[in-house]
T-cell receptor
Framework: GENVEQHPSTLSVQEGDSAVIKCTYS??????FPWYKQELGKGPQLIID?????GEKKDQRIAVTLNKTAKHFSLHITETQPEDSAVYFC??????????????FGKGTLLTVNP | DAGVIQSPRHEVTEMGQEVTLRCKPI?????LFWYRQTMMRGLELLIY????????DSGMPEDRFSAKMPNASFSTLKIQPSEPRDSAVYFC?????????????FGQGTRLTVV
């Protein structure tokens, strides 16, 4: 089955700096890669996703890159703010048309943005 | 829609007792997932349903765990008998899978403590 590795497990940055979280996956058939943000006491929430037919996607201060050959993908957060502090999870799955998928999650990264 | 609703939010029970966790998915969603979150193992998929039918229960740890989805608006995860190592946060998530959309929406979770 799919195996997703995520690094680092903790990341501390100063407000305004950039943060990068990296993930690798094992199943070359995986084609859907979402990132979830989990705030304390809440369930994970999707913040951005990327499919295997694109190499990069941006949404304001958040961007995700995908390297299919190397089987790794990364989350980039620029101009970090204290409210970005949370646990971030990467995930991978196989999505085909209307058929669904099993999301395999990484272990998570605790991001702390210091004011 | 109020989102995915889970109950109870917190559950403390004694070892050996039966525990039932409940989930109401978002109306119209055709997939429902049960996840378990622990510090050691991260987010693990236990079981998922499509149109109320269990598709993959390979993540269910033991026969002590069972899940049902009697209709499109309700699912339960039961642990009988419960053990201290079952202590974790259990999340329910739902999604509507189309060719373009695969986002899974998570509930707030149930924090289970078995003493």
């Amino acid at each position: 089955g799919e195996n997703v590795e995520q690094h680092p497990s903790t990341l501390s940055v100063q407000e305004g700096d950039s943060a990068v979280i990296k993930c690798t996956y094992s199943d070359s058939a995986s084609n859907y890669f979402p990132w979830y943000k989990q705030e304390l006491g809440k369930g994970p929430q999707l913040i951005i996703d990327i499919r295997s037919n694109v190499g990069e996607k941006k949404d304001q201060r958040i961007a995700v890159t995908l390297n299919k050959t190397a089987k790794h993908f990364s989350l980039h957060i620029t101009e970090t703010q204290p409210e970005d502090s949370a646990v971030y999870f990467c995930a991978a799955s196989i999505h085909s048309g209307g058929s669904n998928y099993k999301l395999t999650f990484g272990k998570g990264t605790l991001l702390t943005v210091n004011p | 829609d109020a989102g995915v609703i889970q109950s109870p939010r917190h559950e403390v029970t004694e070892m050996g007792q039966e525990v039932t966790l409940r989930c109401k998915p978002i109306s119209g969603h055709d997939y429902l997932f049960w996840y378990r979150q622990t510090m050691m193992r991260g987010l693990e998929l236990l079981i998922y349903f499509n149109n109320n039918v269990p598709i993959d229960d390979s993540g269910m740890p033991e026969d002590r765990f069972s899940a049902k989805m009697p209709n499109a608006s309700f699912s339960t995860l039961k642990i009988q008998p419960s053990e201290p190592r079952d202590s974790a946060v259990y999340f329910c998530a739902s999604s509507l899978s189309t060719a373009m959309n695969t986002e899974a929406f998570f509930g707030q979770g149930t924090r289970l403590t078995v003493v």
